[in-house]
């Protein structure tokens, strides 16, 4: 069994990262297999909206980076994303991530029955709902599974300074934790 935690933050070593990084930690002293991914560097193109008939079958027409998650999450267990807020909303990069990921829809849904958490950094209190609807909807237009007790949110304003909040830190680890007991509970059934 394999979980794939996803950075959608810009930054490299960002608080977005360390939490996804301890998140699968968590993942790891469960026993199972994980990836580690950060879309900071990724050529991502946003969606051209391409009409139904063109957007199927997981190949998406444009060629970029998004080639590889086209192939790997439809086999793994569970997928953590992550990213900061920004402007109220997600990262612009893991927004293009989201829509395209579309073609995994049609005509089977790829990653239904995947399990999903999301982390969610902010530099004030409120502002991650807006991204915790639209991962959640993510999540739930593939047919995933988003248990309750693997969504986070944390409060961070400078680089780095969740690595130094102990608590924090303990959430994401517990976050990965449920995240592979849930894993392996829907493989028993």
Do not use: W
């Not at 690595?163 to 680890?173: S, V």
């Amino acid at each position: 069994m394999k979980i794939v935690g996803i950075s959608g933050s810009p930054r490299k070593n960002g608080n977005t990262e360390i939490l996804v990084k301890e998140a699968l930690k968590g993942v790891e002293e469960e026993g199972l297999k994980t990836e580690f991914i950060s879309l900071a560097g990724k050529n991502i193109n946003y969606c051209l909206g391409c009409p139904k008939s063109e957007c199927k079958e997981g190949v998406c027409k444009i060629k970029d980076d998004m080639q590889e998650f086209y192939e790997l999450l439809p086999k793994v267990d569970g997928i953590i994303l992550g990213s900061p807020v920004y402007y109220t909303g997600p990262t612009g990069l893991i927004k293009n991530f989201i829509d395209r990921l579309r073609c995994l829809i049609r005509p089977t849904k790829k990653l239904k029955g995947k399990v999903g958490g999301v982390i969610v950094v902010g530099g004030r209190s409120g502002h991650s709902i807006t991204e915790f609807i639209l991962l959640d909807s993510m999540c739930g237009s593939h047919e995933m599974i988003l248990p309750g007790g693997v969504c986070m949110e944390c409060f961070a304003k400078k680089l780095g300074e969740v690595g130094k909040n102990k608590k924090t830190l303990e959430d994401a680890r517990e976050l990965g934790k449920k995240l592979a007991k849930f894993c392996k509970e829907l493989e028993k059934k």
